[in-house]
């Protein structure tokens, strides 16, 4: 996968992740960082699982890239919740 695509999966799948976690996003690169990120944490993830993507070809790398996103997103919740209780 080019350079580009994989820039393109993470816009598309950051974006989509912050906005379902009700955020209003990072900005462009912090959410083709999180998107990029999330894409390996959730190929990861889902190897651990032992499932596959139900799309094929770029519909599953964004699948795969937002479910990683959104659960990314879900733990830096946590934390930055955890760290403002004290």
Known sequence: MSIL????V??????LAS???GGVGYGI???IVIGIVGAFFG???FGQLGVH???SGMAGTI???????VV????LKVIRGATRRR
Do not use: S
């Open 5 to 8: 695509l994989w820039i393109l």
């Open 10 to 15: 993470g816009l598309i799948a950051g974006v």
């Open 19 to 21: 906005f379902v976690m």
């Open 29 to 31: 690169v912090g959410d």
């Open 43 to 45: 190929g990861w993830l």
């Open 53 to 55: 993507t139900p799309f």
């Open 63 to 69: 699948f795969v890239a937002f479910i990683g996103a």
């Open 72 to 75: 990314l997103l879900l733990i």
